[in-house]
């Protein structure tokens, strides 16, 4: 049985790298982009596109309409770790699991309690002004009626997020190439790989214990030693 495999898997290792996408967190609620449910399909009364809103160019251009949908569509405060990250930290507290690196802004990964989570896109926890750098957290953003501002200087506030347009930050992705490249196991969960520069990540691992576990085939199924099509959460809980 291929659950049985994982285990035994994850058992013989002590340099494991798990790496996932927006399917991690649709489990708690927050929905992806790109599925029939996600974002990008079900938003069609938008002024404009998802994709548009979410870039730089927007945020500078129509920020209040950045923020407008921001905080309605990107931000769940409510959301809770689901099985998937609870036992991804519990590998981690078991010494097995040497880092998360994660494609989502929601900080799940870390209330489960990962303490190594490395954040390609960023965190919608952060947020920084435009002009001084001074640090601000969600809640600030929240409680802004329109376009939040620096109380210091009053700049404006930008969360620390990767938009389209900009560029991962390079010290996260080489960290990242790094732990994946290294890694004795690479679990790839909750992402079709198919988004780019992130996609590329798999690449850099050499070694022969592949797991990826997404609802849908991805274009690295033939390569992986094991292959779930079904619910992260279900699977990682059946291993811890």
Excluded: W
């Excluded at 609870?86 to 989502?104: D, H, P, S, Y």
């Amino acid at each position: 049985m291929s659950i049985e495999k994982l285990k035994n898997i994850i058992e013989e290792s002590n340099n494991i790298v798990f790496f996932g996408g927006a399917g991690v967190s649709t489990e708690s609620n927050i929905p992806d982009f790109r599925s029939a449910s996600g974002l990008y399909t079900t938003e069609n009364n938008l002024k404009y596109p998802p994709e548009m809103m979410l870039s730089h160019s927007f945020f500078v251009s129509h920020t209040k309409d950045f923020y407008d949908f921001y905080k309605t569509k990107m931000i769940y405060k409510d959301a809770k770790p689901n099985d998937a990250h609870i036992a991804l930290a519990e590998l981690e507290r078991r010494g097995k699991l040497k880092a998360v690196i994660t494609q989502n802004i929601d900080g799940l990964h870390q209330m489960a309690g990962s303490e190594n989570v490395l954040e390609l896109h960023g965190s919608v926890y952060r947020n920084y002004c435009t002009e001084c750098n001074k640090y601000f957290a969600l809640d600030y953003i929240m409680k802004s009626d329109s376009v939040p501002t620096c109380d210091q200087c009053g700049g404006i506030v930008k969360p620390d997020v990767v938009l389209y347009e900009e560029s991962l930050d390079m010290n996260v992705l080489n960290r990242a190439l790094k732990y994946i490249h290294d890694a004795d196991v690479l679990i790839i969960g909750g992402t079709s790989l198919t988004v780019y520069p992130a996609a590329n990540l798999v690449q850099y691992y050499n070694g022969n214990k592949l797991i990826l576990i997404n609802k849908s085939q991805t274009q690295y199924d033939s390569r992986a030693a094991l292959t779930f099509n079904e619910s992260i959460g279900k699977v990682l809980k059946q291993v811890i």
